[in-house]
T-cell receptor, first 116, second 114 residues
Framework: DTAVSQTPKYLVTQMGNDKSIKCEQNLGHDTMYWYKQDSKKFLKIMFSYNNKELIINETVPNRFSPKSPDKAHLNLHINSLELGDSAVYFC???????????????FGEGSWLTVV | AQSVAQPEDQVNVAEGNPLTVKCTYSVSGNPYLFWYVQYPNRGLQFLLKYITGDNLVKGSYGFEAEFNKSQTSFHLKKPSALVSDSALYFCAVTRPGGYNKLIFGAGTRLAVHP
């Protein structure tokens, strides 16, 4: 059973389009995250939700909007896609925020977004 | 502010030889330290972590890491490398309390040659 699953795995779309990436975790965790990995493989946190509440919102353009309908799901919607949005987006989860007690963050397989 | 440095972009090792992937960190207070591995076109897999206690931490696939507070380091090691260990390795740090973020290093590519 996949612990953190995200769809789609690959997405190629044109500039200006709107797209969503869905994420679900079956680990019973309270906290979920979106991380972005750029072309140089650098990983940076974008958002974190704890029990459906937005906890971390990094300096991400407003075109990116996370939505958490329940604590097992965290979707990422991106409006007006730009070339620079091309990256790998990772969903992740942990029992609580990692800093609280050193809980391990578990990652999904990633969604490869290419904007053309 | 927290930060992680992985000073080597790539580490090359012959199969059967010991390997070390270096990591140093900067954090105020006590750190929580993690190692993850990423295989091509895959997600990050957790290898091991240091929270407290014994400075030598053992993890998955025969990997271990040693926490050195005085040198602010958390180097990843394996006594005998396998070709299948070839991947991208990430060190990460956070600190206790509240909603602290897990900050990743830039990654080190490990290439194990037959």
């Amino acid at each position: 059973d996949t612990a953190v699953s995200q769809t789609p795995k690959y997405l190629v779309t044109q500039m200006g389009n709107d797209k969503s990436i869905k994420c679900e975790q079956n680990l019973g965790h309270d906290t979920m995250y979106w991380y972005k990995q750029d072309s140089k493989k650098f990983l940076k946190i974008m958002f974190s939700y704890n029990n459906k509440e937005l906890i971390i919102n990094e300096t991400v353009p407003n075109r990116f909007s996370p939505k958490s309908p329940d604590k097992a799901h965290l979707n990422l919607h991106i409006n007006s896609l730009e070339l620079g949005d091309s990256a790998v987006y990772f969903c992740a989860s942990s029992p609580v925020m990692s800093g609280s007690s050193g809980n391990t963050i578990y990652f999904g397989e990633g969604s490869w977004l290419t904007v053309v | 502010a927290q930060s992680v440095a992985q000073p080597e972009d790539q580490v090359n090792v012959a199969e059967g030889n010991p390997l070390t992937v270096k990591c140093t960190y900067s954090v105020s207070g006590n750190p929580y330290l993690f190692w993850y591995v990423q295989y091509p076109n895959r997600g990050l897999q957790f290898l091991l972590k240091y929270i407290t206690g014994d400075n030598l931490v053992k993890g998955s696939y025969g990997f271990e890491a040693e926490f050195n507070k005085s040198q602010t380091s958390f180097h990843l090691k394996k006594p005998s490398a396998l070709v299948s260990d070839s991947a991208l390795y990430f060190c990460a740090v956070t600190r206790p309390g509240g909603y602290n973020k897990l900050i990743f290093g830039a990654g080190t590519r490990l290439a194990v040659h037959p």
